[in-house]
């Protein structure tokens, strides 16, 4: 069935580093890819989403782009803040929309 | 625009026990679903409301049902409660089509089996 796995945290990193969050998924056709930030104390928040092969979804500064050659969606940021720490979630909703899978969650603090 | 809302918020029962939740979705939006999320699962989606009808289904036993009322509205209900319950229970609305829609989540609500 479709799966999403995505990189194990925790992942520290200090401000204005580059972050890259891995993501990969396993799908028939062409599912729906997202990221969801869950700030802490916070419900789970759209960041992004790309539904067809080379989109790229950004907002906020992070950026992410469907490959279908390599079955990934990586999430990246040029430049990290204190506010981005938060547990950020790789979601795929598969092709017919009757199924929506997250990854484990990747658990992200910026230290100043 | 009022979010997703969900009560109660917290929730302390005991094995057996039944148990209702209830989510209230953004105005206009009419798919409403349902994800429990535990440490040791993560986020698992239980079962996708639309137009009062149950459209899509994870991989959850019979124990766990909802429904959907003409104003959108869900509730979810979990019958005879186990340890394995506990989870933070989260609800999410979109307009019409979650693929394509943005999905927003409400806070959860946090269910404690003992």
């Known amino acids: 069935g479709d799966s999403v796995t995505q990189m194990e945290g925790p992942v520290t990193l200090s401000e204005e580093a580059f972050l890259t969050i891995n993501c990969t998924y396993t799908a028939t056709g062409y599912p729906s890819l997202f990221w969801y930030v869950q700030y802490p104390g916070e419900g789970l928040q759209l960041l992004l989403k790309?539904?067809?092969?080379?989109d790229k979804g950004s907002n906020k500064g992070f950026e992410a782009t469907y490959r279908k050659e390599t079955t990934s969606f990586h999430l990246e940021k040029g430049s990290v803040q204190v506010s981005d720490s938060a547990v950020y979630f790789c979601a795929l909703s598969d092709r017919t929309g009757n199924q929506f899978y997250f990854g484990t969650g990747t658990s992200l603090t910026v230290i100043p | 625009k009022a979010g997703v809302t969900q009560t109660p918020r917290y929730l302390i029962k005991t094995r057996g026990q039944q148990v209702t939740l209830s989510c209230s979705p953004i105005?206009?939006?009419?798919?409403v679903s349902w994800y429990q999320q535990t440490p040791g699962q993560g986020l698992q989606f239980l079962f996708e409301y639309f137009s009062e009808t149950q459209r899509n289904k994870g991989n959850f036993p019979g124990r766990f049902s909802g429904r959907q009322f003409s104003n959108s509205r869900s509730e979810m209900n979990v019958s005879t409660l186990e340890l394995g319950d506990s989870a933070l229970y989260l609800c999410a609305s979109s307009t019409v089509d979650r693929r394509l829609d943005t999905q927003y989540f409400g806070p959860g609500t946090r269910l404690t089996v003992l």
């Open positions: 105005s206009g939006h009419r798919s």
């Open positions: 790309a539904t067809k092969a080379d």
